[in-house]
T-cell receptor
Framework: RKEVEQDPGPFNVPEGATVAFNCTYS??????FFWYRQDCRKEPKLLMS???SGNEDGRFTAQLNRASQYISLLIRDSKLSDSATYLC????????????FGTGTRLTVIP | NAGVMQNPRHLVRRRGQEARLRCSPM?????VYWYRQLPEEGLKFMVY????????ESGMPKERFSAEFPKEGPSILRIQQVVRGDSAAYFC?????????????FGPGTRLLVL
């Protein structure tokens, strides 16, 4: 079983739509969770960390459910510039810093 | 403040040649990580280094691959006797260490093509 699993998509949504991505992780000892964004042929860039209490940054909301080993990302009011691949990332042990990446969910926002 | 720098950005090698990929971490960062991304796949951890030390190389193939992060100069990922399956994007990331040890900042990557 993969360490991190994501629906690869693609998700094609119109501008202004709300879209949600889900991710599951296999190791219950995982400590830290992140969403990264990767544009085509570019490096991953940290979008946001994911905390147990959930957190929000503008139009982006991340949630963590440790019991179900499930992470989500919600994007409201989608913009064309949101088109990218969204990577679910898990750090198994705090401080060990080995990041495990999902294969990513591709989002295309359509005008 | 310059970000993580990698060079070359693109590298073409013939089978059997050596590939050397360089990574200069962000200023003030002492931790370096290498990841490989095969086409249509996620990034896979390869190795984690601090200055002059390999901390975790659990993701490195057992043969032909090596990494170093000397006291002076960039981190080097070296692939000897490259094969076509080594064609991939190789990303380097750096982090500052304690207390913000977890956030990793990625370089633009080196795209290796083996002919």
């Amino acid at each position: 079983r993969k360490e991190v699993e994501q629906d690869p998509g693609p998700f094609n949504v119109p501008e202004g739509a709300t879209v949600a991505f889900n991710c599951t992780y296999s190791n219950s000892a995982s400590q830290s969770f992140f969403w990264y964004r990767q544009d085509c042929r570019k490096e991953p860039k940290l979008l946001m960390s994911v905390y147990s209490s959930g957190n929000e940054d503008g139009r982006f909301t991340a949630q963590l459910n440790r019991a179900s080993q499930y992470i989500s990302l919600l994007i409201r009011d989608s913009k064309l510039s949101d088109s990218a691949t969204y990577l679910c990332v898990v750090n198994r042990v705090t401080g060990a810093n080995n990041l495990f990446f999902g294969t990513g969910t591709r989002l295309t926002v359509i005008p | 403040n310059a970000g993580v720098m990698q060079n070359p950005r693109h590298l073409v090698r013939r089978r059997g040649q050596e590939a050397r990929l360089r990574c200069s971490p962000m200023k003030g960062h002492s931790h370096v990580y290498w990841y490989r991304q095969l086409p249509e796949e996620g990034l896979k951890f390869m190795v984690y280094l601090q200055k002059e030390n390999i901390i975790d190389e659990s993701g490195m193939p057992k043969e032909r691959f090596s990494a170093e992060f000397p006291k002076e100069g960039p981190s080097i990922l070296r692939i000897q006797q490259v094969v076509r399956g080594d064609s991939a994007a190789y990303f380097c990331a750096s982090s500052p260490g304690q207390p913000d040890q977890e956030t990793q900042y990625f370089g633009p990557g080196t795209r290796l093509l083996v002919l």
